[in-house]
């Protein structure tokens, strides 16, 4: 899975309200998310998430060998781990 592809299984998480798989696609199946100056988990982050309505953003994601950068209104940061998966590690929402 590449980063860009992370960006619309979270998107389609989020419409279909599977936390489960929400929680696949996070480091350590930690969701994170950011944007008001503090840092939320779990849950809440969820629930930020589906409240700020996130969709793809289609703008190109910047990726070195371990770590991605998506840019547009949400920030996406993903890394990829040591068995070769990308996971996000943050969510960044406007705030």
Do not use: C, K, N
């Not at 988990?41 to 950068?69: C, K, M, N, Q, Y």
């Not at 998506?70 to 996406?76: E, F, Q, R």
């Amino acid at each position: 899975m590449s980063p860009e592809e992370l960006e619309t299984l979270l998107e389609d998480a989020l419409l279909q309200d599977d936390g489960e798989s929400l929680r696949e696609l996070f480091e350590h199946g930690r969701v994170r998310v950011t944007g008001t100056g503090a840092v939320v988990e779990g849950g809440p982050a969820a629930a930020v998430l589906a409240e700020h309505g996130f969709v793809t953003s289609g703008s190109p994601v910047r990726v070195s060998p371990d770590i991605a950068i998506g840019s547009g209104p949400v920030v996406t940061v993903s890394r990829r781990g040591v068995d070769h998966y990308w996971r996000l590690l943050v969510v960044v929402v406007p705030a």
